[in-house]
């Protein structure tokens, strides 16, 4: 489905559930989708979905001499602060894949994606940062590692609330 255009034909209060794995961080407006998708859902109906996680695009890439290093923080020292990183800014990313088409997609600190989903009239149910399972340290050793310490994707699971009852509760 053309998550930009094809929304737009459905009928209001279409569905129960709608799920979308690894889609929505290729939008540049979804504050406007998620009002979308609010609009698509029964009352209370569920959005499940993924997106890949900050953490993974937020930190400084340096190649040297054949090795690459990927750095998040900082280093203080007499000459001043190096920031490695940046966390906190939602940033665009182009990348060309491995089968040849390039691919733009929007990476936003989790705190954006909670905002964007109270101010969409949603009721965060469940927040997910999954790690690898045991079986794939059998087949990705430096994988299974990797990802048993630092995420890749963040799930969320919201709930969609009445609009008038969201926005008089929030007065309160």
Same mark, same amino acid.
């Given at each position: 489905?053309?998550? /930009?255009?094809?929304?737009?034909?459905?009928g *209001?209060? +279409? %569905?129960?559930?709608?799920?979308?794995?690894?889609?929505?961080?290729?939008s540049?407006?979804?504050?406007?989708?998620?009002?979308?998708?609010?609009?698509?859902?029964a009352?209370?109906?569920?959005?499940?979905?993924?997106?890949?996680?900050?953490?993974r695009?937020?930190?400084?890439?340096?190649?040297?001499?054949g090795?690459? /290093?990927?750095?998040?923080g900082?280093?203080?020292?007499? /000459?001043?602060?190096?920031? %490695?990183?940046? #966390?906190? +800014?939602?940033?665009?990313?182009?990348?060309?894949? /491995?089968?040849g088409?390039?691919?733009?997609?929007?990476?936003?600190?989790?705190?954006? #994606?909670?905002?964007?989903?109270?101010?969409?009239?949603?009721?965060?149910? *469940?927040?997910?940062?999954?790690?690898?399972?045991?079986?794939?340290?059998?087949?990705? *050793? #430096?994988?299974?590692?990797?990802?048993?310490?630092?995420?890749?994707d963040?799930?969320?699971?919201?709930?969609?609330?009445?609009?008038?009852?969201?926005?008089? +509760?929030?007065?309160?």
């Amino acid at each position: 489905m053309d998550i /930009s255009a094809d929304l737009l034909t459905l009928g *209001e209060n +279409s %569905f129960d559930l709608i799920y979308s794995s690894l889609t929505l961080h290729y939008s540049n407006r979804l504050d406007l989708l998620l009002k979308n998708l609010h609009r698509l859902l029964a009352p209370k109906g569920l959005l499940l979905f993924s997106v890949g996680h900050p953490i993974r695009w937020a930190a400084k890439v340096e190649e040297h001499e054949g090795s690459k /290093s990927v750095l998040m923080g900082y280093r203080k020292g007499s /000459s001043g602060t190096e920031i %490695f990183g940046d #966390y906190l +800014s939602t940033k665009r990313f182009t990348q060309k894949l /491995s089968d040849g088409p390039e691919v733009t997609y929007w990476m936003r600190p989790i705190s954006a #994606y909670f905002e964007l989903l109270k101010k969409n009239y949603f009721d965060l149910i *469940e927040f997910k940062e999954p790690t690898a399972i045991d079986v794939a340290r059998q087949v990705d *050793e #430096y994988f299974w590692d990797l990802r048993t310490k630092l995420p890749i994707d963040m799930i969320f699971l919201g709930r969609s609330q009445d609009q008038l009852t969201s926005h008089t +509760s929030r007065l309160n």
